[in-house]
């Protein structure tokens, strides 16, 4: 049975391999060049203003699609491809790296909205931006496992038909 509760997956999924990833050196590569090379001031007009309206249009825009793409797999493949990867325990993993992907579009967008229209911070804006970074590496991970999903799922397909 697939465990429901958010962290007890994201232990399971292994919390080392979210920090010993591509996605957190891509981090910590933006967010110690941005400091250097920015001197930990990022103006916010006009600069600041321009990259966190990009950042809502974009984060939001990338939620939704997210959300679709987790809501496309659980409702469109079939019951036996499901359990076959429930069989290995990789199921669990598909579910919560989309969750995963999803709650860290979520904070993104909440920093994004308090640095725009609560308080600006320029240390906030540079964390902000190495965020971003890493949920795009996190996001080109994502599409790696539907790429990998789609394939197994082809394999699966053609081992059935023969």
């Given at each position: 049975?697939m465990?429901?509760?958010?962290?007890?997956?994201?232990?399971?999924?292994?919390?080392?391999?979210?920090?010993?990833?591509?996605?957190?050196?891509?981090?910590?590569?933006a967010f110690t060049?941005?400091?250097i090379?920015?001197?930990?001031?990022?103006?916010?007009?006009?600069t600041?203003?321009?990259?966190?309206d990009?950042?809502?249009?974009v984060?939001?825009?990338?939620?939704?699609i997210?959300?679709?793409?987790?809501?496309i797999?659980?409702?469109l493949?079939?019951?036996?491809?499901?359990?076959?990867?429930?069989?290995?325990?990789e199921?669990d993993?598909i579910?919560?790296?989309?969750?995963?992907?999803?709650?860290?579009?979520?904070?993104?967008?909440?920093?994004?909205?308090?640095?725009?229209?609560?308080?600006?911070?320029?240390?906030?804006?540079?964390?902000?931006?190495?965020?971003?970074?890493?949920?795009?590496?996190a996001?080109?991970?994502l599409?790696?496992?539907?790429?990998?999903?789609?394939?197994?799922?082809g394999?699966?397909?053609e081992?059935?038909?023969?």
């Amino acid at each position: 049975m697939m465990e429901i509760s958010f962290t007890k997956r994201i232990k399971k999924f292994g919390i080392r391999r979210l920090l010993i990833s591509w996605d957190t050196l891509g981090f910590v590569i933006a967010f110690t060049s941005l400091a250097i090379y920015t001197n930990w001031s990022i103006n916010f007009n006009p600069t600041g203003k321009d990259i966190l309206d990009m950042f809502v249009t974009v984060s939001s825009t990338f939620f939704a699609i997210i959300l679709t793409g987790l809501a496309i797999i659980a409702s469109l493949t079939d019951k036996e491809y499901i359990k076959a990867w429930m069989k290995i325990g990789e199921f669990d993993n598909i579910v919560t790296t989309f969750q995963y992907d999803l709650i860290v579009t979520l904070v993104l967008l909440t920093i994004a909205f308090v640095l725009r229209f609560i308080f600006y911070d320029s240390g906030a804006m540079i964390f902000l931006i190495s965020l971003f970074v890493y949920f795009i590496l996190a996001l080109i991970d994502l599409v790696m496992l539907i790429s990998h999903y789609a394939i197994l799922r082809g394999n699966l397909i053609e081992a059935t038909d023969m």
